[in-house]
Protein backbone atom coordinates (compact mmCIF):
# COMPACT_ATOMS: atom_id res chain seq x y z
CA UNK A 1 0.00 0.00 0.00
CA UNK A 2 3.54 2.54 0.03
CA UNK A 3 2.14 3.70 -3.63
CA UNK A 4 -1.44 4.26 -3.00
CA UNK A 5 -2.40 8.06 -3.13
CA UNK A 6 1.06 8.96 -4.39
CA UNK A 7 0.48 10.85 -6.90
CA UNK A 8 -2.30 12.65 -5.09
CA UNK A 9 -1.64 16.32 -3.25
CA UNK A 10 -2.80 15.78 0.51
CA UNK A 11 -5.63 17.48 1.64
CA UNK A 12 -3.98 19.40 4.18
CA UNK A 13 -1.83 21.13 1.37
CA UNK A 14 -4.93 22.12 -1.00
CA UNK A 15 -6.44 23.28 2.53
CA UNK A 16 -3.40 25.34 3.37
CA UNK A 17 -3.32 26.79 0.32
CA UNK A 18 -6.81 28.08 0.13
CA UNK A 19 -6.83 29.60 3.13
CA UNK A 20 -3.81 31.54 2.47
CA UNK A 21 -5.42 32.69 -1.27
CA UNK A 22 -8.91 33.50 0.96
CA UNK A 23 -6.85 35.45 3.60
CA UNK A 24 -4.57 37.46 1.46
CA UNK A 25 -7.07 39.97 -0.16
CA UNK A 26 -8.35 40.22 3.19
CA UNK A 27 -4.71 40.58 4.70
CA UNK A 28 -4.23 43.51 2.02
CA UNK A 29 -7.38 45.43 2.64
CA UNK A 30 -6.73 45.30 6.69
CA UNK A 31 -3.36 46.57 5.99
CA UNK A 32 -4.93 49.29 3.60
CA UNK A 33 -7.27 50.54 6.17
CA UNK A 34 -5.27 50.89 9.09
CA UNK A 35 -2.44 52.71 6.89
CA UNK A 36 -5.02 54.80 6.44
CA UNK A 37 -6.70 55.60 9.33
CA UNK A 38 -3.12 56.30 10.70
CA UNK A 39 -2.16 58.30 8.21
CA UNK A 40 -5.37 60.23 8.02
CA UNK A 41 -5.89 60.69 11.59
CA UNK A 42 -7.06 64.44 12.86
CA UNK A 43 -4.16 66.37 14.50
CA UNK A 44 -6.02 67.49 17.23
Known sequence: ?????GGRVPV??????GAALA???YLLI???WV?????GL???
Request: aromatic share 8%; net charge positive.
Open 35 to 39: TGALS
Open 42 to 44: PSS
Open 30 to 32: KIS
Open 12 to 17: RAVFAY
Open 1 to 5: MAGRG
Open 23 to 25: MTP
